[in-house]
């Protein structure tokens, strides 16, 4: 949850898409790297051509140099056109839209955005798209044709089941968490564990998908407990008017329960502020070309 930002890669022929998150720009270099490598070897073909905008981050000695070894055709875009990038533009607002729809549909935290983004990315991989006819990016740039049977609705609350050897035999079976995509390393589930605040990945859960997690709770329940602040004109007020009342408190029999001065009060806390982020967006070509765009920050 510590990335500022992330980077898309798109092939411009089966409009496949990977996500990099980043915690500072001067990253895409070595994740730019990094997915080379790891495209070349899946597909067994080269990157023939890079096309990016004008940003600090591609148009450097380094990344040139790079290029130049690797035999890529680095080609940037007008300033002010990013018609020219119409694909990457096109993709990352919708990645965008549905990274923000599913936060708000369940109400999560800003917090878990790159999980959104993520699962995003992950979905519209599965979806089918007028670029590639009868078939969805993922099948047609590895040939094999994906199923959704797993597919389950993001930020639902779900219940993991806790293995026999890790807990008692009067110990409750399952943990609460909240659902939070698909974890790509193994067939698992991330989930956000809300009793030990940790993101796990586990094959065995139930979901509900119709439940929504209050995030809200711990805060109304400081604010049903909290004593609003009196100025000095009510105080004087008060023990002008309702002198009997006074004497009452002031008999109060030892260890009874006090009303906290104002300096003792219960401060709501302040809200986490929220994320900036610098939307970094490539696209790859299985045949010939990929592209990227770095947008300003939100």
């Not at 895409?28 to 096309?51: D, H, T």
């Not at 193994?186 to 139930?206: A, C, F, M, P």
């Not at 400081?222 to 002031?250: F, N």
Request: net charge positive; proline share 5%.
């Amino acid at each position: 949850m510590k990335n500022r930002y992330f980077i898309l890669f798109i092939d411009d022929y089966s409009r496949m898409t990977w996500v990099y998150f980043m915690r500072e720009k001067s990253e895409v270099f070595k994740v730019f790297k990094k997915f080379k490598n790891l495209v070349e070897k899946q597909s067994g073909r080269s990157i023939k051509v890079l096309r990016s905008d004008r940003g600090k981050e591609y148009n450097n000695s380094e990344f040139d140099k790079f290029c130049e070894e690797e035999g890529i055709e680095h080609q940037t875009t007008v300033s002010y056109n990013p018609q020219q990038n119409g694909v990457s533009e096109r993709k990352n607002r919708t990645v965008m839209e549905m990274a923000r729809s599913m936060l708000q549909e369940k109400n999560l935290p800003k917090a878990f955005w790159a999980e959104a983004v993520y699962t995003a990315v992950y979905l519209l991989n599965r979806c089918p798209t007028k670029a590639v006819q009868n078939m969805t990016p993922i099948e047609a740039w590895s040939g094999k044709k994906p199923s959704a049977k797993h597919l389950r609705v993001f930020g639902s609350i779900c219940y993991v089941h806790i293995p026999t050897e890790k807990r008692h035999k009067l110990e409750e079976k399952t943990e609460k968490g909240i659902f939070l995509g698909y974890s790509t390393q193994s067939k698992g589930y991330r989930i956000y564990n809300l009793k030990t605040k940790k993101l796990i990945i586990s094959r065995d859960v139930e979901f509900d998908e119709d439940a929504m997690w209050n995030w809200d709770e711990e805060k109304v329940e400081r604010q049903s407990v909290m004593i609003p602040k009196e100025t000095p004109s009510q105080q004087q007020h008060e023990e002008g008017t309702d002198q009997a009342e006074m004497e009452r408190r002031s008999q109060q029999a030892p260890g009874s329960p006090r009303r906290p001065p104002p300096s003792e009060e219960i401060e709501e806390e302040t809200p986490p502020r929220r994320t900036k982020l610098s939307v970094i967006y490539m696209k790859h070509a299985t045949s010939s070309c990929w592209n990227q765009r770095i947008l300003k920050p939100l």
